[in-house]
């Protein structure tokens, strides 16, 4: 392999600063739908509440802060 080959191809991203940055996207997602759906859903047992908080954070990782992640912040990887 030649140096300028060597050079060329990226460094893999960092799986733990990955981790990292996907936490600082979750937990204020989380914590900000269950302000908003817990009062609604009070009274509904844990399984049903995880069940309407459940879709609407995956949608939001997959779509919202996984690519921003990927995109915008991937200097920081």
């Avoid at 940055?21 to 609604?40: H, K, N, R, S």
Wanted: glycine share 6%; charged share 10%.
């Amino acid at each position: 392999m030649s140096v300028a080959a060597a050079q060329a191809s990226p460094r893999p991203p960092s799986r733990l600063r990955f981790a990292f940055f996907v936490f600082l996207g979750v937990y204020p997602l989380v914590t900000g739908l269950m302000l908003v759906i817990a009062p609604l859903t009070e009274g509904w047992p844990l399984p049903a509440r995880t069940l309407v908080m459940v879709p609407m954070i995956v949608i939001c990782m997959v779509w919202g802060v996984i690519p921003f992640i990927q995109t915008r912040l991937r200097r920081f990887l």
